[in-house]
């Protein structure tokens, strides 16, 4: 599944849902069910970050993309 590089966001909707994973990451069923629910696949790159830093990272490139 092709994830779409947080560096390549151009525009946010108003209105935006982030999921963020466990440590583990999300499992098949997981990711399966977001994405049949629109939402679409995000990468904040190779390395792994703890969810609160992921949280810290998505809201600070959002804001840059408002």
């Known amino acids: 599944m092709k994830k779409i590089p947080v560096s390549n966001l151009t525009k ?3 209105s935006t849902v982030v999921l963020i994973g466990p440590e583990g990451d999300f ?3 997981e990711v399966d ?7 679409e ?3 904040l ?3 792994r970050l703890r969810s609160e830093t992921a949280a810290i990272v998505v809201s600070s490139a959002f804001s840059t993309f408002k």
Do not use: H
């Not at 069910?33 to 939402?39: L, T």
């Open 27 to 29: 499992n098949k069923d």
């Open 45 to 47: 790159g190779n390395n």
């Open 12 to 14: 946010i909707q108003e």
């Open 33 to 39: 069910y977001a994405v049949k629910n629109d939402f």
């Open 41 to 43: 696949p995000l990468s």
